[in-house]
């Protein structure tokens, strides 16, 4: 997620009556000038025409919290109550990203809709914080069934 876009956007945009022309009859004709501009949202931003108009702070907080949480919860597989409820943290925090990216997705909608012949092409990337949901939802099950082997265990001896 960092290092590719969540979404792009490439419109049209002109600018109506900046530029006079003479033609050879001496008439004078105002002519708009059009411009081909892309818009890039990604983790650390929103870019238009590769420079940084808005910096998305929380979310990418967020992403780096997760990242760190992740690894965390991974490293310390001995203390399983801990991992359980790591695993509950890590699922809120997945899902304030699902929450981010769909505001912001909501907020590009919002611009394509004023902008002639916008396209939004959306990433694959958008889905990786659901995956991982999905993923700490198992590896949830998976200290549970852990816990409950060991106490097993301990009642036989």
Known sequence: MLFL??????YTASTPGVELETAADGTITKTSTISQSTLELNVW????????HTELIYLTLLVFATAALSLVNIL?????WLQVRLCFVLAILLLGILLFEGMYIYKLQGIASTQ???AVKYSVTLLF????????WLAYKGVVRDIALLRSYERIR
């Open 5 to 10: 876009p969540l979404a792009t956007m490439d």
């Open 45 to 52: 931003g929103l870019y238009i025409d590769s420079a940084q």
């Open 76 to 80: 310390l597989f001995k203390r399983h």
């Open 116 to 118: 002639p012949y916008a």
């Open 129 to 136: 914080p659901a995956l991982s949901l999905v993923l700490t």
